[in-house]
């Protein structure tokens, strides 16, 4: 194991040097005590994790099966799974039309017309699959690795392999996530340090314009009494210092008021976007009121992005129409695509003409993806079999359809990549080996991808 | 093949990290039931060259070699292989083994996932952990072509892409001429250094009963008279480490009273303290705290951490455990009572199977029922055996210090429990009902014990009523509005058509409300239609819309539109007249045109969501029916009734090993039985009950090795912060080792002898010399002898754990609601917590001792969750205390610091005297003494300011809750 990851854990398990930990990792790259520890050089600093909430159908997105156009209507010509979520109808053909983009050709619906701009920066993995049929174990499997216990979140892991690059930030925060469906667990760090946990920003049912960190302001004291306030508080922990010399936590607490103060104004600081310019904010859909509240995340991403914020996600979870059509799928999807596809795109192309796309690694997808058999007349049931999810910038090739599922899009087939498969190929994107990022808890050292995982080598860039 | 045999069953913590795939060093072929070889571990990691035995005795699980050839010149000779053979080896089958199979079942490597390696002959006819690989000449009964087949989705090889056709079918020939193989080498798999047999196990410390302790002799004036401080003194003597001096009488008091209630001391009690000089003042404090109310719900929630207490399922789906109460109740009353540890043990375990049961023992059982399950797993023997897991790992955790999740897929990697001992427990546990019939839509509902109703059976029915016609009246409101909507834009249908011929698709919604506006149309059905339009170009129905469109004809538009919805509803209704039974025109062209405008889903699509669709007064309306429902479902009574368990009506006597954990995948039936390292002989198992009362019964017995010795050292850990094994859950080989044995021993002894009596235990401690030390340490040695503070030469300082901090400053500012028991969860049982739309209706209002606080797994209240509450779905005998800037953030800017500040400023400007006096009175409530000149004379300075007298006391008591003395205990 890597020294600097063993020491974490030594410290992160005696009394003494737990408060000192969390305090030199809250202040990051400023001691040097948690600059970037990784296993192996990075081709990504930080992710953006775009999820939507409900399971996207793969065959009506980025995997088009003419088959299933052919076969509309037909008995499914394949073995069901033999455990399923819902009665499975007959096969459905997609109600889009799929068309070539770009330089690559890749075919997108005409669900996403302007992420399909961008679809020589994609790598649409294809053969994506997990385990769990139901909402919460996809969530939790793909959030945690685990849809059995409560275990870190991805963003958890990277936050413990890499620290932090801003000292004024939380090192993961979630956008307006949902707390449905794993809810908290889905950014909680579990075991690992507290600071790993994930900051939410809001909820999913909060617009994002609303969308704060809990406590991050005093209701209504000013900055200036609120100084004064907190120099009086400093001048009694001295004292009760003085004391205790030799208790460390003391001297960590009275740190941790400043850096909380400071987090007061860095916050709001990095959730205005007064100074974006117009053309931006069209860019990401701040415009048009379909994309305002979507558009506003991706922005407030980029904006977390540029402060060294490390893992950023961003969640779309419709409080009534989530991506989760058991019926009404044209309507349903139509809705979300609309809200969705112009923040996405605006967001790939903002951080690529800023540079930053080089080295942040975007990630699109849900939980699970949708069956292209029908349930009742025009839905989709889950998936979890085979789906699609797709990155971009940070290291992976652009422009390539990786992996397949059969010919009807019900499983993967070719060059599966199991969550776990994502997960280790995330890490090792960021520089971190999935094998060696370990943490050791209850007598057993555990890892996002528990024994699993393999790196899909062939899509690095 | 490791994926091969889960199928979706990853059975996910007992096989997380420690063994990785390339550790899983099983025999291949050897089921792990069979062929095992107890006690002749100790291999290592080497190749090792297997001489030909028929060694197939007991072994322990890994694969300590020995066993592997057994039998096999029978089958698989060495003879010579033909040239015309090994060419097709050479040729057809090597590479394709090299290429897709030896990442992950290559021996030479390491590398032997589900126990195969494929590296050798004898390898693949060994097989893996799901059995021999190949029939030697049948392709069809070979394992090996099952998988690369790829059509049983549960046992599948390669996993990642099935292999080409041709290499498939090379491998069944290969199988047909007899499976020749030149790798005769019997080089298997490398050994992993593993777990203890059970016979070394009974070796280890933990697992030795106890034997008599005798007191260490001190040469000490004055002699130590309270035998902790023998050993405690005795140990610092070894060490070299001289103790602090005693604490003051204020620290001391402080000290305790938070320790045993879990609330500041009062200057009331504290001058009663101060004053009683006699030798039993120390005595009559500790009595008086112990006879508390408030003990019980420290000390019980203390317990509550180990029992992983919550009040909502919140792993998946988030149910409301509505009844989980009278556990959390039943649990602080045992505490105040002082039950005996060994009765409080078997009613958690099996207080329904007790002759003397009743509703007090059938709650205890909710021990077993708390687990945060997957409550929508749609695989039901899946479900049922992670249930069962959860159940062993935290029963194994909470009073046996053993992991023995550890064991569901393998023999444990380092204690002496094997995979057949887990499935011997998880065999009594399969006798126990978890679920009841009952579910929510996919979520499976929890088994609960119906209590007696008191006759409230008849108004329950009328709530249940009431709660279905609210919610049947938001739903009704909202198809009916709906419809209303509907109806509207299908009269005005051609507007919408000609409405959208005066925008693109990728107008934002803005300008399309203008647009509607001059038409009076709905803005998001009318931007729906200008898409729809664009995405059914090709459709016939919309044909004529992009001829008009091009041409900009509005008026041909709207005329030949018109036309055609005219004529076919008008047809319709007149042919619905004849036949009410109609469902589609007979003439195709028109009914394109009817089926459109009465399509749902078609150009007139109305928003799926009511903030889209409806006006103000309808949403209004919508989310106040809905609230309602939702508020008269929270507020609506229970039927009365206890989580727990019961046995199920047919016992079964056995339970197959689940070979790497996968319900799939079943191995050799294995009889219920107590682990192999706890005895050689065999347990008796009634035929008509579980066996979980016997099970109690033995792990609640005066000399089982691991219960007293675990119990003893978590009450050790409540009082120092440490404890005498440092890792509470862990008492296997790798855990801590005890910093004093002879100690821990001994306490264990006196705790049993004394009748199990908790509060006796605590009284010994608190009245020890050890525990009255000050957390000064007497010099600089300890830094260099004993950095971490195991031997105790000065008292460990600590921060006041979530409910402390809290609970303190409600108490504080006078506003502390000590009102004890009852349903706390403002929410029906097995109501969700969120649904969908993620409004969290939590509401944590209430003033009451935060051990009565709502436990809301998935969403702890923030002053929990921040303050390192423990994770509420595992057993926490260990709080960490963690420095992070969000609590400050909170302490400083939470209404609940900010209005127990104004209310505490009250107070102090409600009190008698003046500005001194208060400021004398604050320190005293807020740290327990009086405050020095020089703190006073700060406290004086930063109240002169220009705010109104109570902000600037207000700010004041702010800051001293915000400050370190307030938090931390010394």
């Known amino acids: ?461 | 093949m490791e994926g091969i045999s889960q199928g979706r069953n990853e059975a996910g913590r007992t096989i997380d990290g420690i063994c990785q795939p390339s550790e899983l060093h099983r025999i291949p072929g050897i089921p792990p039931s069979r062929h095992r070889n107890r006690g002749s571990s100790g291999v290592g990691f080497t190749n090792v060259i297997i001489p030909h035995s028929s060694g197939t005795t007991r072994s322990v699980g890994l694969l300590s070699l020995a066993v592997l050839s057994f039998g096999l010149n029978r089958t698989f000779g060495s003879e010579a292989i033909s040239p015309e053979h090994l060419d097709f080896f050479e040729k057809k089958i090597r590479p394709v083994l090299v290429e897709h199979c030896y990442e992950c079942h290559d021996a030479g490597q390491g590398k032997i996932k589900g126990g195969l390696a494929l590296t050798s002959k004898n390898a693949i006819a060994h097989g893996g952990d799901s059995g021999p690989m190949l029939t030697t000449g049948d392709p069809e009964t070979s394992l090996l072509i099952k998988a690369v087949r790829y059509k049983d989705r549960d046992f599948q090889m390669p996993p990642r892409s099935p292999l080409p056709t041709e290499a498939v079918r090379d491998l069944e020939k290969w199988i047909t001429m007899g499976a020749p193989d030149p790798r005769n080498e019997e080089v298997v798999a490398k050994t992993s250094s593993g777990g203890m047999s059970p016979e070394e196990g009974r070796n280890f410390w933990s697992f030795q009963k106890r034997s008599e302790i005798s007191l260490p002799s001190l040469p000490s004036d004055p002699p130590v008279t309270n035998p902790v401080d023998a050993f405690i003194r005795f140990a610092q003597r070894e060490k070299g480490l001289t103790p602090s001096l005693p604490a003051e009488k204020e620290a001391w008091i402080r000290r305790v009273t938070f320790d045993l209630t879990g609330l500041p001391p009062t200057p009331e009690e504290v001058d009663v303290f101060l004053k009683d000089t006699s030798p039993e003042a120390r005595e009559k404090t500790v009595d008086r705290l112990l006879d508390s109310p408030h003990y019980g719900v420290r000390w019980g929630r203390h317990w509550l951490d180990v029992a992983r207490y919550a009040d909502s399922n919140g792993l998946d789906e988030n149910l409301a455990f509505g009844n989980a109460w009278r556990y959390r109740d039943y649990v602080f009353k045992a505490f105040n009572e002082d039950k005996p540890f060994d009765r409080f043990l078997i009613e958690q375990l099996a207080g329904d199977l007790l002759p003397g049961r009743n509703e007090e023992t059938l709650v205890a059982t909710g021990f077993l029922a708390l687990g945060a399950r997957v409550l929508a797993e749609p695989d039901r023997a899946k479900l049922e055996m992670d249930v069962i897991d959860e159940q062993l790992d935290t029963l194994g955790k909470t009073f046996l210090g053993l992991t023995l999740g550890c064991a569901r897929c393998h023999d444990h990697k380092f204690d002496p429990i094997l995979q057949s001992d887990y499935y011997s427990l998880a065999a009594i546990f399969r006798n126990t009902s978890n679920f009841d019939e009952t579910k929510t839509g996919a979520i499976h509902h929890w088994f609960e014990h119906k209590l007696e109703d008191h006759g409230t059976a008849a108004e329950l029915k009328d709530w249940d009523k009431k709660i279905e016609e609210a919610r049947k009246a938001a739903s009704g409101f909202k198809s009916k509005t709906e419809g209303e909507i509907r109806g509207k834009a299908r009269a005005k249908a051609v507007d919408y058509l000609v409405a959208a011929v005066g925008f693109d698709p990728d107008t934002s919604l803005d300008r399309v409300e203008e647009i509607a506006a001059d038409f009076d149309l709905h803005p998001r059905i009318l931007y729906h239609t200008r898409r729809h339009l664009g995405v059914n170009r090709d459709a016939p129905v919309f044909k004529a819309w992009w001829e008009y469109q091009a041409k900009g004809d509005l008026e041909g538009l709207r005329a030949f539109y018109e036309d055609k919805f005219e004529k076919a509803v008008l047809l319709f209704s007149d042919l619905q007249k004849k036949d009410p039974k109609i469902a589609v025109l007979p003439d195709a062209d028109l009914e394109v045109y009817r089926a459109e405008l009465f399509d749902n889903a078609g150009f007139l699509a109305v928003p799926a969501k009511p903030e889209h669709a409806f006006d103000e007064i309808a949403l209004a309306e919508y989310d106040r029916l809905e609230e309602e429902a939702r508020v008269l479902e929270s507020a609506a009574p229970d039927h009365p009734a206890a989580m727990g368990v019961a046995d199920v009506p047919k016992i079964v006597d056995t339970l197959p090993i689940h070979i790497r954990g996968s319900h799939l995948n079943l191995g050799d039936s294995v009889p219920r039985a107590f682990p192999a390292v706890f005895s050689s002989g065999e347990a008796a198992f009634p035929e008509k009950a579980s066996g979980r009362l016997e099970l109690a019964k033995w792990m609640a017995d005066p000399d089982h090795p691991l219960t007293a010795r675990v119990i003893v050292n978590r009450v050790w850990r409540w009082h120092f912060g440490q404890g005498l094994v440092g890792s509470m859950e862990n008492f296997g080989p790798l855990g801590e080792t005890p910093s004093h044995p002879e100690l821990l021993d001994w306490l264990a002894n006196w705790f049993v002898d004394e009748g199990w009596s908790i509060k006796k235990l605590n009284r010994l401690i608190l009245l020890s010399e050890t525990y009255g030390m000050s957390s000064t340490p007497a010099g600089e040695r300890y830094a260099e002898i004993d950095p971490e503070n195991r031997f105790l030469s000065f008292f460990p300082i600590r921060r006041l754990e979530a409910e402390e901090v809290r609970d303190a400053i409600l108490a504080v500012s006078g506003r502390l609601d000590g009102e004890q028991g009852g349903k706390t969860i403002p929410l029906r049982n097995r109501q969700m917590v969120f649904n969908h739309t993620s409004k969290d209706h939590t509401s944590y209002d209430s003033l009451r001792r935060t051990a009565y606080l709502p436990v809301v797994r998935n969403n702890l209240y923030d002053w929990l969750q921040l303050f390192d509450f423990p994770d509420p779905t595992m057993p926490t005998g260990h709080r960490v205390s963690t420095t992070i800037a969000p609590q400050a953030l909170i302490m400083l800017n939470a209404p609940l610091a900010i209005d127990s500040s104004a209310a505490f400023a009250r107070r102090l400007l409600s009190s008698a005297g003046n500005d001194d006096d208060r400021i004398h009175l604050a320190w005293q409530l807020a740290f327990g003494r009086s405050p020095s000149a020089a703190e006073a004379e700060s406290a004086s300075s930063f109240l002169v300011s220009s705010a109104d007298l109570e902000e600037r006391w207000t700010l004041f008591c702010h800051s001293l809750f915000a400050s370190n003395q307030f938090i931390y205990l010394n």
């Not at chain 1, 969390?22 to 990075?42: C, R, W």
């Not at chain 1, 399923?84 to 889009?96: H, I, M, V, Y």
């Not at chain 1, 049912?205 to 960190?213: D, G, I, L, M």
């Not at chain 1, 969705?340 to 903002?350: M, Y």
């Open chain 1, 1 to 461: 194991m890597n020294p600097l990851l063993q020491r974490r854990q030594f410290l992160g398990t005696t009394a003494l040097g737990f408060g000192q930990l969390a305090f030199h990792s809250l202040l990051g790259s400023e001691t040097g005590v948690m600059s970037p520890t990784s296993h192996h050089p990075a081709r990504a600093k930080r992710v953006i994790f775009l999820f939507m909430k409900g399971g996207p159908s793969h065959v009506d997105t980025f995997d088009p099966k003419p088959l299933l156009d052919r076969d509309h209507g037909k008995e499914p010509p394949f073995d069901l799974p033999r455990v399923t979520f819902a009665k499975q109808g007959n096969l459905l053909k997609s109600p889009w039309k799929f068309r070539q983009y770009g330089e690559s050709g890749l075919p997108v619906s005409d669900l996403f017309p302007n992420v399909a701009q961008c679809v020589d920066d994609l790598c649409i993995i294809r053969s994506a699959h997990g385990t769990n049929p139901a909402h919460g174990g996809a969530a939790l499997k793909l959030h945690t690795g685990s849809d059995t216990f409560v275990r870190p979140s991805m963003g958890s892991w990277v936050v413990y392999g890499l620290g932090s690059e801003n000292r004024n930030l939380p090192s993961f925060i979630t956008i307006c996530p949902t707390l449905a469906h794993g809810g908290v667990n889905n950014w909680g760090s579990a075991f690992l340090p507290q600071r790993c946990q994930g900051t939410p920003m809001g909820t999913a049912s909060t617009p994002s314009v609303n969308a704060k960190v809990n406590h991050i302001a005093h209701p209504s004291l000013g900055q200036d009494v609120q100084r004064r306030q907190l120099d009086f508080v400093q001048q009694l922990n001295r004292r009760s210092l003085e004391e205790n010399p030799h208790a460390e936590a003391l001297t960590a607490r009275l740190e941790s008021f400043e850096l909380a103060y400071r987090m007061q104004t860095a916050m709001p600081d990095a959730q205005d976007i007064s100074g974006e310019t117009e053309a931006t904010r069209k860019l990401y859909g701040l415009d048009n009121p379909v994309t305002e509240n979507f558009g506003r995340q991706c922005l407030l991403a980029r904006r977390f992005c540029e402060r060294g914020v490390r893992f950023i996600q961003v969640t779309h979870s419709d409080t009534e129409v989530q991506w989760d059509q058991h019926s009404d799928l044209y309507q349903g999807h139509t809705k979300n695509a609309a809200e969705v596809d112009k923040p996405i795109a605006g967001l790939l192309k903002d951080l690529k003409s800023r540079g930053l796309l080089e080295d942040t690694l975007v990630v699109w997808g849900g939980e699970f993806g949708r069956t292209p058999t029908a349930q009742g007349t025009n839905g989709r049931d889950h998936n979890p079999h085979g789906f699609t999810i797709w990155m971009a910038g940070g290291g992976v090739k652009g422009g390539l359809a990786y992996g397949a599922t059969d010919d009807y899009g019900y499983y993967a087939e070719r060059d599966k990549m199991h969550v776990h498969d994502i997960h280790a190929t995330i890490l090792h994107l960021l520089g971190l080996n999935h094998e060696r990022l370990t943490f050791r808890h209850a007598g057993r050292d555990f890892r996002l991808t528990d024994v699993h995982g393999n790196v899909a080598k062939s899509i690095l860039a």
